[in-house]
C-alpha cells in the first residue's frame, strides 16, 4: 500500500509517512483500464482517485523532520569541475571492459556531465542503493551544474576485491571532494491518516468490463550449445527474448520457479544438467510485446518451450526433504512499538551503527521491526538466499511483536564467490579469516535464536522423462 500511494501522489514510496502497521507489508495486485494516450500525472492521478473509492483512502501532504544521507562537501577538498552547461545533463552508466578476464574485480563507474546537484543526489540514490536505500539530501549548498566521473566498488563486491575495493564514501571524498553522512532534515512528505485493509468487491461484470489480456505465446525459437567462456545472461526486448550461455539445470529452476542451489526439489533429473550451456531466441507470437515483462509472464513461456523442445514430461509431489525450524535458544530481540509500521530492509538499526563500513566481509546489514516471530521466520529465507532453502517453520513459542537489527555475510562471501551454500551444510561455527560471519551464526548470537534443520514435506518436481538434447530448430 505505500508503493500505491506514493505512485498516486507521485512521490519516491520513502516519502510515504503514518497509516496502518501493515502499510508496508500487504500487496496487491491492480488491473486498471485507462483512455488512450493517458499521461503518467493523469495516471498517478487516476491510482488516487480508484485509492480514495476502493481502499477509503485518506492522506494530504505535510513537511517532517526524518533522517536522511545528507550530501556535503568536505572543507576546501572540493574536486569537480563547474560545467559549461553545454551538452546533455544527467548522470549515464560506463559499463566494464568487454575484454575483462573472468574473476576481475568489477567496479561501478557513472558520468555525470552539465548536472545540478539536486539531480545528482538523485541519480547517486538510485546507483548507490546497496549504499544508501534511504533518502539523499543535498546540503553541498554548490549552485550551478557540474562535470565529474565516479568509480566505486559495489558493497557485495567489496569483501572479494579486498584493498583494491573502493568504498562509496572513500570514493565521494578522494574523487569529488563529497561525503556522506546520516542526519535529520525536513522534507515534504505524504502523510496517510487511514486507509482500508480490504478494498470494496470488484464489479461482478469485470469479465465483460475488463477481460484478461490474451497470454504470451512463443512463435518461433532457436535453441543452440552456447560458445565456450559465454556469460549468463537473459534479456527481453520487443517482442523478443534472448537468453545466453545458462544450463539447462538453471533453466527448469526458473521456468518452474524452483529454489536456486536447492538440489532436494529437483528429482530424476538426468546427470550432467547443469553442464551444457545453451543460447535461446525465441519471438513471441502477439504482435506486439509487452512493455513489462516480469518472471511470472515469462515462466510459463520457458516452460512451455523446454517441455516441447526437451520432450520434457514433469510432475509436481510432496516429499521430505530438507527445511528449518526457528527455536528460541536465548531471545535477545527487542520489544516492538505495535504503533510502528512492520517492515524489514537494508540499513542500520537505531544506534546508527553500520559495521560493514569497518569489515566489508560483513555485506550485509537488515533491520525489521515490529515483526512477530511467524513474520521473522517467513522473512528469513528472503533475507538469507543460498542458506535457507524453502519456509522457515516458527517452533519458537514466543508471542508479540519484536525489532532486531542483524549483521552477516552473503552466501557468496562466506563461500568464498562458490555460489550456494547447500541446504544441508552445517551452521559455520569457526572463526572465518576474512572476517566472514554466516547467516547462522549470526541468527545465534545476535539473536538468540537457532535454526534447526528438520525433514518437512514439501512441493518437489519429479523429471518422469526429458532428452538432454533439444529436437532440431
Known sequence: MRDLVGIAYGVNPGYVSGGPVWLETDRYDIDAKMPPNT????????????????????AHETTMSAPTNGLMVEKDKLKMKQSDGSGDSGCKFVPPPPDQAPGSIIFMQISCRNITMAAFVQSLHNFTYDYQPGPITDFTGLKGTWDFDLKWSN?????????????????????LGLKLEKTMAPRPVILVDSVNETPTPNSP??????????????????????????????RFTGDELNI??????????????LQFGDDEVLVNAPKGLDSERYD????????????????????????????????????????PITAFKMVAANPKLRPADPTTHTRCGDGAGPDGKDPRIANPALDRLVTCQNMTMAQIADKFQELAPGYIFGSVRDATGIKGSWDFTLSFSSSWVTNRGGGMIPAAAPPQTAADPNGAV????????????????????????????????????
Not at 244 to 250: A, D, I, R, T, V
Not at 284 to 299: C, H, T
Not at 301 to 314: H, S, Y
Open 39 to 58: 499521461t503518467r500525472p493523469e495516471s498517478d492521478l487516476m491510482v488516487r482517485d480508484l485509492l480514495e473509492k476502493r481502499f477509503k483512502l485518506v
Open 155 to 175: 558493497r557485495s563486491q567489496l569483501a572479494l576485491a579486498g584493498a583494491d575495493g573502493i568504498p562509496l564514501n572513500d570514493a565521494l571524498e578522494k574523487q
Open 205 to 234: 461484470d469485470l469479465a465483460k468490463i475488463l477481460p484478461p489480456l490474451p497470454p504470451l505465446e512463443i512463435e518461433v525459437a532457436t535453441i543452440k550449445p552456447s560458445p565456450p567462456g559465454s556469460r549468463g545472461m537473459l
Open 244 to 257: 545466453q550461455g545458462l544450463n539447462l539445470k538453471s533453466l527448469i529452476y526458473f521456468a518452474w520457479n
Open 280 to 319: 535461446i531466441v525465441a519471438k513471441l507470437a502477439n504482435e506486439m510485446g509487452p512493455q513489462f515483462l516480469d518472471f511470472d509472464d515469462l515462466r510459463p513461456l520457458l516452460r512451455g518451450l523446454l517441455v516441447e523442445r526437451f520432450e520434457i514430461k514433469a510432475h509436481t509431489e510432496d516429499r
Open 438 to 473: 554466516s547467516f547462522f551464526d549470526a541468527v545465534d548470537k545476535q539473536l538468540g535464536l537457532k535454526l534447526e534443520k528438520e525433514k518437512r514435506s514439501l512441493p518437489v518436481l519429479v523429471i518422469d522423462h526429458m532428452q538432454e538434447t533439444p529436437t532440431e530448430n
